[in-house]
């Protein structure tokens, strides 16, 4: 006895997830032509708006020239044309890695995403101060009268108002912070990041800006940049340089002025790589296994359950549609159902039926070991600790504590350092009393800083003007001078510098962790659940 065999659809739709352009997606060396808008013809060229009058003379009379022969026989073809691109043409340097490439993997790659805007938030994005130069302290520690010296601090605290508003003024879209926010991203996502300086027509800075690092290429000789963009070309000189005229565009130009930031590689020293490069093959390989996961949900075509008849045929039909079902009808819509109309029990045959579960646990995603072991290689090519982008499972209290420190002082302070001499020269055509300074990752709550404080106010280490000049706050008269402690003061405070007194050494053993440095109990320590 044949019986039909139905297939009951699911109102819901299925979604698909797409990826476009996975096939191309790990690009990073050199760009194709098409990728590259540096890679044009010489008829796209010569389209380019910002060309000089001369420039394009130039490109006219040089390429113009045939191969010429014997009785006035030419070639039908000029190799000169043929070869040219924009990189040749403005006498560029091509980069190493595709820049492209280097800018969508910022935003593709969760890790990468994470690891750069930890660095970019702890190096640039936690502000910035003024302090005294070396020489303006030389200066205040000549001074002997204390009502110049209060002036002098008046002063300087006036000098730092009216820099602070002149960085701001210099951008009216974006903060100056903000600017290098987007140029340290740059830096950190392709390993060159650009921020292009305008001067006024007396020669002061009137303008401080990001250019986005993709679209900027390095002149061969060290003489300036050129941009492409909105099928423009624009000249740009190195910062300092106030004499070098635009190569294409003559004297009519003016070029604004370019400091350039990089990560140095001695593979190139034109441009800059990122760190990601050293995890390239980490990066592809959580893109795949991330894509095989998707692919795997997307294309699943494996029943929560089997049903199996005994006692009843299948038509020819009811078998194609069976095998159809679970072909076609299950891929991407797994939780659909299978009905089978039974035939009633006769005394000749009996019909059984059954109903077997295939996949009832719980479905976790592949590769979860080797997508966390990538993780790690990319957390430590750009040196970032796990703490930093979230707070995972079993992470030891204690060594977070110290992979902070060790990121502060490994990688955030030496490139604030080095950020700070560039833009120093900017701080510099204005005065020479005080410097930029990045504000630094804290690794001490304020309470514990506090005491810090007073312990040294206390000691005479330190005058409270050297305090609140560091919590960036205008200095107050007298602040100069060290805290006169009373005689009883005196006292106590050399009991406890020597630890003398029995009930600050018990206090000392019974205080809690959180006024200090973590430590590991027996075993390694507390961890995050």
């Known amino acids: 006895m044949t019986r039909?065999?139905?297939?009951?659809?699911?109102?819901?739709?299925?979604?698909?997830?797409?990826?476009?352009?996975t096939s191309d997606w790990f690009h990073f060396q050199k760009a194709e032509d098409s990728?590259?808008?540096?890679?044009?013809?010489?008829?796209?060229i010569k389209k380019l708006r910002g060309l000089g009058t001369n420039f394009k003379r130039k490109i006219n009379r040089d390429f113009s020239k045939a191969f010429v022969g014997k009785d006035g026989a030419e070639t039908q073809q000029n190799l000169l044309q043929q070869a040219i691109s924009g990189y040749a043409l403005f006498d560029l340097v091509e980069p190493t890695y595709n820049l492209e490439y280097l800018s969508k993997i910022y935003e593709v790659s969760t890790y990468n995403y994470a690891a750069i805007n930890a660095k970019v938030s702890n190096i640039v994005g936690l502000g910035y101060m003024f302090t005294e130069t070396s020489k303006a302290k030389d200066a205040m520690d000549a001074i002997t009268d204390q009502k110049q010296v209060d002036r002098a601090r008046a002063k300087i605290d006036r000098i730092k108002t009216q820099l602070d508003r002149w960085l701001d003024d210099c951008n009216e879209e974006e903060s100056f912070t903000e600017t290098l926010i987007k140029a340290y991203t740059d830096l950190e996502a392709t390993g060159n990041g650009y921020i292009e300086i305008g001067r006024t027509t007396a020669g002061d800075i009137g303008y401080i800006g990001h250019i986005p690092a993709k679209t900027m290429r390095v002149r061969r000789f060290r003489d300036g940049f050129i941009q492409l963009l909105y099928g423009k070309a624009v000249y740009f000189r190195n910062f300092g340089d106030l004499e070098t005229p635009s190569p294409i565009a003559g004297q009519e130009d003016r070029p604004n002025e370019i400091i350039h930031l990089k990560k140095y590689t001695p593979m190139n020293n034109y441009y800059g790589v990122p760190d990601i490069i050293a995890a390239q093959q980490a990066l592809a390989g959580n893109e795949f296994a991330g894509r095989y996961n998707l692919d795997y949900f997307e294309n699943k075509a494996v029943p929560r359950y089997i049903i199996t008849v005994k006692g009843a045929k299948l038509s020819p039909e009811s078998e194609r549609k069976l095998l159809e079902f679970f072909q076609v009808g299950l891929k991407g819509k797994n939780h659909r159902s299978l009905y089978i109309p039974?035939?009633?029990?006769?005394?000749?045959?009996?019909?059984?039926?059954?109903?077997e579960p295939i996949e009832a646990g719980e479905q976790e995603s592949s590769f979860n070991i080797y997508r966390k072991s990538n993780r790690d290689e990319i957390l430590l090519a750009h040196r970032v600790p796990i703490s930093k982008i979230g707070i995972p499972e079993g992470i030891n209290l204690a060594a977070a504590r110290d992979a902070d420190k060790t990121f502060k002082?490994?990688?955030?302070?030496?490139?604030?350092?080095?950020?700070?001499?560039?833009l120093n020269y900017l701080i510099a055509e204005k005065t020479d009393v005080v410097q930029l300074k990045f504000n630094e990752l804290s690794l001490t709550d304020e309470e514990t800083q506090s005491r810090i404080d007073e312990i040294y106010l206390r000691m005479q280490v330190i005058t409270p003007n050297e305090v609140r000049i560091r919590k960036n706050m205008t200095t107050v008269d007298g602040g100069d001078e060290m805290v006169d402690l009373k005689p009883q003061q005196v006292a106590d405070q050399k009991a406890k510098s020597t630890g003398n007194k029995k009930r600050d050494q018990q206090r000392s053993a019974n205080a809690p962790d959180k006024s200090g440095e973590a430590r590991n109990p027996k075993g390694d320590g507390p961890k995050v659940k």
Not at 343 to 349: L, N
Not at 409 to 422: F, H, M, N
């Open 35 to 44: 990728e590259d808008p540096f890679k044009m013809g010489l008829e796209e």
């Open 342 to 355: 039974l035939p009633a029990d006769t005394p000749d045959s009996k019909t059984e039926f059954k109903m």
């Open 409 to 422: 002082e490994q990688v955030c302070r030496p490139s604030q350092d080095r950020l700070e001499k560039k």
């Open 4 to 21: 039909n065999i139905e297939v009951l659809e699911d109102d819901e739709s299925s979604n698909t997830i797409d990826i476009s352009n």
